[in-house]
Structure formats: structure tokens, C-alpha cells
């Protein structure tokens, strides 16, 4: 009988994506528009690493470069993301226990595909990623969330996680440092969420996609507490910054890689082998320190940028600045009313992109999330100052 499964139904399009799609048209329509919605780098990889990648395309004559490579990764790739992990974080993480995929979307899905059954549980916070929600839906897991509190800071209140846990808890989503807010989790927290998960024996979904794009503070690993109850995804696109490369990487204990290397497999067979060379050489290239300074200080000068236009346009915001990530999560509440609404005026009208807070939250429904990585400084101060404008013509009635 055709027809289609009913699971597709909780997969939804990107809030990122269709409003790339609105940016893009409008842009071929010569409007300027000032990007404070995406979630990708504003800055490339470095120029020596490119190099060496462009001269061994240019010199290597086997299929090295372009045939299949194993489901898990090339060796090469996940010895160097041991290697950076131990000199980042100081945690000991076997090549073995590094699952190599094809981007953080799929860690994503590859993740809930290995360990989820119809009813299970997973606790998300509120707000977080929009990307979580769908995915959990598709495999008939029920979602129970934690509301953060931005006048706390977003900091997570383990009597109130407690009490959400239950028999049927699979998994605790947490990303740090986080989309949207850019709060990051301290050690303390950290510590208090590891044990209870050990105590409870359930998951712990750490998202690190940002961990390394730290302003204040340090990340703190959460395989560090509770290694048996931790599957970790990563990604490089936000650090070198190869989003469209679709390159990251899954670590965790040794009965669960085995699985996640067959989900991964069945859904792209092998990642990408061009991305995986290129990533081998850079984490092991004297660029990267370097570069990943270089891109901290550089983002850091446009949060602070918007940040400071946030204060000067629009007082009556709230927000906390972010300590880490791409964004800026900003509660217009004292302007606005639908998110969703002023975001397509914004578009439109005032040629800004930025995502609204009802995809994220459940509670900050007149929040928008701003990127301040694409743009540099002046344009950034620009989009706020016409997100300053659209407020001042059309805020009443959204």
C-alpha cells in the first residue's frame, strides 16, 4: 500500500535553513542584508593547512583522496582528536572510543537511533537547540524539559532535574556552552548532574559543538564525571570552521561506539574523506593553537560589539552575555510579544535575519537569537540598530 510513514511527520525543515532560503532571494534581489541568524563561522580555516590540503590534491595520484574510508574514521583522524582532546581537556580518550561522522546533525541523529525505544524519556533544558526536539519525536522518545531561568543566569537547578527524573529517563541532553544563550556549565554542576545520572542510570548527551569558542571560563567535559554514562558529539563547523565540509566526531564508553559506528554507517556509509585529510592536518598543524586564538579574540571583539549596541538600541532587552558560542539570546518581552512574527517584519522589512526564541523555548517566546559571528562589528551594530527601527515602527503590534 503506498504511502509514508507517520514518523516523518516530527521532522521539520531548519529555522536556519528556510530563513537562508528568504536571505538568499532577497539578496538576488540586491537588498542588503545583514546576517545575525546563522550558526556557521564568519571566518575561514587557516591558509596553512588549505595549502597543504590543495598540494596533495594536487600531487597525490591513488584514490587516497577520493575512495571510501573505514565507517569509524581513518585512524589518522581519531588518534589527532585524541591527542586534542587530551591537550584541551585532559581527558584519555582511546582512538577506539572516537566514532568519526559525517557532521554534528548526524551524531545527533546516530545517537538517539542507538539508544532510544518508543517511551523512553529525555530531559531537555528550556531553552536549547531547536535540532534535539524532532529527532527524539521520529524515534518515539517523549520529551520532558527543565525551564532555565534567565534571571539565574540559565543556571541548571539539580532538586528540580531530580524531580523530572523517572524509570523511564533514557537521557539528559546538555549543551555547553550552549545555543542559544552561550552559558557555559561549571564544575560544580557538571559534577552534581554526573552523579545523579551514575545514581539513576541514564544518559548524559553532552554537545560540545562550541567547546572550543570559550570567552570567559573554560568548558568543562562531562566525560570527566561519569565516562560510562557519556556520549559526547562534536563537530568541526564551528572550529576550523568547515560547516560545509560535514565533519565531526562522537566519543563515549566502549559498549556504545560499536553501535553508534553502525548507525553512523547505515545512514552515510563512511564521512567524507576530503574533510577527514583536511581535519587530521589541522589538528595537528602548529596553526592550530593559533588559529583558534585568533578566532576567540575576533568573535570576542563582535560579541562585545553586540552587546554593546544591545544596551545603547534597545535598554529595555534582557540578556546574558554569553561566555561562550556563537549567540546572543536576547528576551525583547518589554518591546514585542511573537518572536516569529517580528523576525519575518525583521526580514522583510528591516533586511535582518535572526532566529526567534519559540524555537528554542517554550518559555521566552518574545526572545531572538543573534549570531555575531558572521558579520564583523560595523554590521552588526547596524542589524541591531535596525532591529532598534523595527521595533520602533511595528513593535506595538507584534
Excluded at 109 to 120: E, V
Excluded at 306 to 316: D, F, G, K, Q, V
Excluded at 339 to 368: C, H, M, N, Q, R
Amino acid at each position: 500500500m503506498r504511502g509514508f510513514s507517520q514518523s516523518i511527520t516530527y521532522l521539520r525543515e531548519s529555522p536556519t535553513r528556510r530563513i537562508d532560503a528568504i536571505r538568499e532571494r532577497l539578496k538576488r534581489e540586491s537588498r542588503d542584508i545583514i546576517n545575525l541568524s546563522a550558526g556557521q563561522p564568519g571566518l575561514p580555516p587557516p591558509i596553512e593547512v588549505r595549502s597543504l590540503l590543495a598540494k596533495q590534491l594536487v600531487e597525490e595520484n591513488s584514490m587516497e583522496l577520493y575512495g571510501y574510508t573505514p565507517s569509524q574514521g581513518i585512524l589518522e583522524l581519531r588518534e589527532a582528536v585524541s591527542e586534542d582532546l587530551k591537550r584541551l581537556g585532559g581527558i584519555n580518550i582511546d582512538p577506539g572510543n572516537i566514532v568519526i561522522i559525517t557532521g554534528g546533525q548526524e551524531g545527533m541523529f546516530a545517537t538517539f537511533m542507538t539508544i532510544l525505544n518508543p517511551g523512553d524519556e529525555v530531559i531537555l533544558l528550556d531553552p536549547t537547540y531547536f535540532g534535539y526536539k524532532p529527532i527524539i519525536e521520529y524515534f518515539g522518545g517523549r520529551i520532558k524539559r527543565l525551564g532555565l531561568r534567565m534571571d539565574d543566569g540559565f543556571r541548571i537547578d539539580i532538586e528540580k532535574l531530580k524531580e523530572l527524573v523517572t524509570n523511564r529517563t533514557k537521557a539528559l541532553v546538555i549543551v555547553s556552552p550552549d545555543n542559544p544563550t552561550g552559558n557555559i556549565i561549571d564544575r560544580d554542576t557538571a559534577k552534581a548532574i554526573a552523579d545523579l545520572a551514575r545514581d539513576e542510570n541514564f544518559w548524559i548527551i553532552s554537545d560540545e559543538a562550541y567547546r572550543t569558542l570559550i570567552y570567559e571560563g573554560e568548558h568543562t567535559y562531562m566525560y570527566r564525571y561519569a565516562p560510562d554514562n557519556v556520549i559526547s558529539i562534536n563537530t568541526f563547523s564551528k572550529d576550523p570552521g568547515i560547516p560545509g565540509w560535514r565533519l565531526g566526531f562522537i566519543y563515549g564508553p566502549s559498549d556504545a561506539i560499536p553501535k553508534l559506528k553502525l548507525a553512523a554507517e547505515e545512514m552515510t556509509y563512511c564521512p567524507p574523506v576530503i574533510a577527514q585529510k583536511f581535519v587530521s592536518m589541522y589538528l595537528r598543524s602548529e596553526a592550530r593553537m593559533k588559529h583558534m586564538r585568533y578566532i576567540v579574540e575576533e568573535y570576542r571583539s563582535r560579541r562585545d560589539a553586540a552587546i554593546e549596541s544591545l544596551r545603547n538600541y534597545l535598554p529595555e532587552a534582557r540578556f546574558i552575555v554569553p561566555r561562550g558560542s556563537m549567540f546572543v539570546f536576547a528576551d525583547l518581552s518589554n518591546y514585542i510579544s511573537n518572536s516569529e512574527k517580528f523576525a519575518e517584519v525583521l526580514l522583510e522589512k528591516f533586511g535582518v535575519t535572526v532566529i526567534p526564541g519559540t524555537y528554542f523555548s517554550d518559555i521566552y517566546k518574545s526572545a531572538i537569537r543573534i549570531s555575531f559571528v558572521v558579520e564583523n562589528a560595523d554590521r552588526i551594530r547596524l542589524g541591531i540598530k535596525r532591529i532598534h527601527d523595527a521595533i520602533n515602527e511595528y513593535g506595538k503590534s507584534l
